[in-house]
């Protein structure tokens, strides 16, 4: 079993930043893949980021050169670096590991951290 817990949302004018981090605990495991998902009033959830365990990422257009995607493996925590926001960025961010290397295709969600953009 893996918990993820997020922190770092909150209110924030546009314009400025703010950085979400999440932490993975629980039995052992081996993360390949984090993500970042947004859900906003009345919108389906949507992915954001993707950080691989190699390094490797991946953006959502809306969010490309304004967002930034970081892993430390060592304490299995993901980051998201948010700059530059803009009020179509207010949703709840949930932090997500598709799966992890001992059980593949179960996937694992956060509780969510909600942040607002206001203008």
């Known amino acids: 079993q893996v918990q993820l ?66 892993r430390d493996n060592a304490h299995d925590t993901v980051y998201l670096q948010m700059n530059s926001l803009k009020p179509e960025d207010t949703a709840v961010y949930y932090c997500n590991i598709p799966g992890i290397v001992e059980k593949p295709g179960y996937p694992y969600w956060g509780q969510g951290t909600q942040v607002t953009v206001s203008s």
Not at 17 to 25: E, I, M, N, T, V
């Open 5 to 70: 817990v997020e922190s770092g949302g909150g209110l924030v004018q546009a314009g400025g930043s703010l950085r979400l981090s999440c932490s993975a605990s629980g039995s052992r495991f081996r993360i390949n893949v984090m993500n970042w998902y947004r859900q906003a009033p009345g919108k389906q959830r949507e992915l954001v980021a993707t950080a691989t365990i190699d390094g490797s990422t991946s953006y959502a257009d809306s969010v490309k050169g304004r967002f930034t995607i970081s």
